[in-house]
């Protein structure tokens, strides 16, 4: 019994427990979220020259693009339009992004990718446990107008 007690213990501490694999991919999930959210901020910026005034306005039958929701608690995403290029994404996670260092590819550690959700490490999206808001501010010239080309 204390073996198998002591594989258990062991599998916990390679792979974490369910409640951390489940709020990782709900983390990942929020970020490959927001980051569709912030493309077509971005698309929308680029076709009519100015900011959505609301996530309700990037909705489009044509694309299909959906406004997602937080995969755990329903709730909707925030949005914020600071000024004409200037804008601010929010969400509510349930680690910090650096949770996940050491493990597999995140931290140059032993690889348990098998077991850790593959989140993004880009820098844009580090964030603590918690409601975070990422500031994002569209370059006009990487992201110029479609009415300026043509």
Do not use: M
Request: one cysteine or more; proline letters at 7%; glycine letters at 8%.
């Amino acid at each position: 019994n204390s073996l198998v007690l002591g594989a258990i213990v062991s599998g916990f501490v390679a792979v974490g427990s369910p409640a951390k694999q489940r709020a990782l991919r709900f983390d990942n999930q929020r970020i490959s979220d927001l980051s569709a959210i912030q493309w077509q901020v971005v698309n929308y910026w680029q076709q009519k020259s100015k900011l959505p005034p609301a996530l309700s306005d990037l909705k489009d039958s044509i694309s299909g693009f959906v406004l997602p929701n937080d995969p755990d608690t329903k709730a909707s995403y925030e949005y914020f339009a600071n000024n004409s290029v200037s804008f601010q994404l929010c969400g509510v996670f349930s680690l910090p992004s650096e949770d996940t260092r050491g493990k597999g590819s995140y931290g140059g550690g032993i690889s348990y990718d098998y077991a850790y959700p593959r989140i993004k490490s880009d820098e844009n999206w580090n964030h603590p446990a918690g409601r975070t808001c990422f500031d994002r501010t569209i370059d006009p010239e990487k992201y110029p107008n479609n009415d300026i080309l043509f």
